[in-house]
């Protein structure tokens, strides 16, 4: 298995107030890496320190291999593209500019280059605007700080919150945009957001921090397969609805309910409807329930509301 | 670096407060020598222009550090600078593997080629404005003024190396533009109120008077008064030295402070 990013017992404090403590993070190439946590849990941090904005108090972490007390370590981080909270854009300087300017610092000098990466983020038309990045919408800056983190073909793309400031067609925009590159170009992605469902549409593998520690790491099937589907079925004769159903059901997959039972897992309703029916059993309710990976990274933070 | 020092160079010069500085700096060079003019005359000191205003001290008047453009600009100067750390542009240097050492030496050279260029502009359309209205010294103007003039530019032009590296240096530890823009005047106001003071116990003391010799030399080192440079019509070993010493190390601390403290420091 080949890692991007292996961090292990991450540390940081600011001013005596530990924001990490002891975060360990693997990502694999080609993941969608969905970075998940509370305002606060230190999604932030590990992406300053993975960037080499901050450095940790204690703990390690290697990019592509190279350990972050080797000084290739820089090496290693002109392989990846980020933003980090904001995107680092110049205000006072037209999109043409700011991408030229990200080109010349890289080396690249390659107009053609930037003109393209600006379409590729859906400003392709801005190219020849001199309107100045700072007059721009969120989430036109969010999609220009996008292309200039792309500029060096970056091979893995740190995004922080890369929804915020998005109408909803820009979402669709940046949702198909990371899955394009990630699908056709086999970039790996770290995504931290807010918006749990809308990680939910791109991310390959969750990291689910919180406090400082990251609780699990868990893959999108391992998670499709824990978010529970359940359906509670009532009748007006609970003893004659178990007995029909026991031998479909066992005790680990059926659970008595007031007035009838709950199935877990997924199940194939209209057939048991039918049979129910064909028993001559009255239905009298039917609900049917699926946790999301909202329900999930609740019950992992102990109800923590906001995401 | 070269990459770094282009980029960090193209942002000053697309900055509208360059612009400003730029229009400061002519108007400075224009006015200067004319209120110089209308003031002599209106005090009927037109005799004395000759010994005492002359094209050369404006000059020379025109690098002071401590007034007019030589105090505004390295303060629009460390503004410029500093919004690569309050815009987080910074960051793309750092993710892009620049190495610390790099991006601190860039935006000081930035900032030092800017500075020097715009002082120099500016001094000698001081000079071209004052010709019209006096003369260039009492004197005849002779090959070795020409020598003495030229070493004395070089000189200024390393006095504002210097402030470059203490700009650069205020604006890498400050990372904010107001606290920026205080740490600068607290250095560039301090420096010349003490300067002006010792300036002052300089000419009163008898050069015979114990601690004169501190005096002096604690005159010369102070890069925000010194009023060695452009002064005479020759250099003695002793001024190069005295002239040299204050901003080689000053420019030397800030680039070694500047650099181990940006090495540790977090950036948002």
């Known amino acids: 298995m080949e890692y991007v990013l292996q961090a292990k017992g991450l540390v940081k404090s600011y001013r005596g107030n530990r924001v990490l403590n002891g975060v360990t993070i693997n990502i694999r190439r080609g993941d969608i890496y969905g970075f998940v946590g509370e305002n606060g849990s230190g999604k932030t941090t590990v992406i300053r320190l993975i960037t080499g904005l901050i450095y940790a108090d204690s ?77 721009f919408s969120l989430g036109m800056r969010q999609r220009l700080g996008i292309a200039m983190a792309l500029l060096g073909d970056p091979e893995f793309i740190i995004l922080d919150e890369p929804m915020n400031g998005l109408d ?21 992605f770290l995504i931290s957001s807010h918006i749990l469902t809308e990680l939910a549409l791109v991310a ?77 059993l009255t239905i009298t309710a039917v ?15 102990g109800g923590a509301r906001r995401a | 670096m070269r990459n770094l020092y282009i980029a960090d160079l193209k942002r000053i010069l697309k900055d509208k407060l360059f612009m400003v500085t730029c229009i400061l700096a002519g108007v400075f060079a224009i006015i200067n020598p004319l209120l110089n003019k209308v003031l002599f005359e209106a005090l009927d000191m037109g005799d004395l222009l000759g010994g005492m205003m002359n094209a050369k001290s404006m000059l020379f008047t025109a690098f002071l550090p401590g007034d007019n453009l030589g105090l505004i600009m390295p303060i629009l100067i460390a503004i410029i600078v500093c919004k690569d750390f309050s815009q987080g542009t910074v960051r793309n240097k750092i993710i892009s593997g620049k190495s610390r050492t790099a991006i601190f030496l860039s935006h000081l050279l930035a900032a030092a080629t800017v500075m020097c260029t715009l002082m120099l502009l ?19 103007f002779t090959f070795a003024d020409l020598g003495y003039l030229m070493a004395s530019l070089a000189f200024e032009l390393l006095v504002y190396v210097a402030i470059a590296a203490i700009v650069t240096l205020i604006a890498t530890l400050a990372k904010n533009m107001g606290i920026c823009i ?53 250099y003695t070993a002793k001024q190069v030295l005295y002239i040299l010493i204050a901003p080689l190390a000053l420019t030397t601390g800030s680039i070694l402070l500047g650099i181990s403290r940006f090495a540790r420091k977090n950036l948002k």
């Open chain 1, 59 to 135: 703990g390690e972490f290697s990019l592509f291999g190279i350990k972050n007390s080797d000084p290739a370590i820089r090496g290693a981080r002109a392989r990846i593209g980020a933003i980090v909270e904001a995107p680092s854009i110049y205000l006072n300087m037209s999109a043409k500019d700011n991408l030229l300017m990200q080109s010349g610092i890289l080396g690249l000098r390659n107009e053609e280059k930037c003109k393209a990466t600006l379409a590729t983020v859906g400003l392709g038309e801005m190219w020849e605007s001199p309107k100045h990045a700072g007059d």
């Open chain 1, 168 to 188: 909803p067609a820009g979402i669709v925009e940046i949702r198909e945009l990371i899955l394009h590159l990630n699908r056709d170009k086999g970039i790996t």
């Open chain 2, 122 to 140: 500016h001094a000698l359309l001081t000079l071209g404005v004052s010709l019209f209205f006096f003369p260039y010294q009492e004197a005849a």
């Open chain 1, 204 to 280: 390959t593998r969750y990291g689910i921090i919180s406090h400082g520690r990251l609780l699990q790491e868990i893959s999108a099937a391992e998670l499709e397969g824990v978010c529970r589907h359940t359906t509670e079925i009532k009748t007006t004769d609970r003893a004659a609805l178990v007995s029909l159903l026991a031998p479909d059901f066992d005790n680990t997959q059926m659970f008595l309910v007031d007035g009838g039972v709950r199935i877990d897992g997924n199940i194939d309703l209209n057939a048991v409807l039918g049979k129910i029916i064909a028993a001559s």
């Open chain 1, 287 to 301: 609900n049917t329930h699926h946790s999301s990976i909202e329900d999930y990274y609740l019950s992992m933070t």
């Open chain 2, 182 to 234: 205080l740490l600068y005047l607290a250095v560039a106001l301090g420096f010349s109120i003490v300067g002006a003071i010792f300036q002052v116990a300089g000419a009163f003391l008898d050069p015979a008077a114990k601690g004169y010799g501190a005096v002096e030399l604690l005159n010369a080192l102070n890069i925000y008064t010194s009023t060695l440079i452009g002064a005479g019509t020759t």
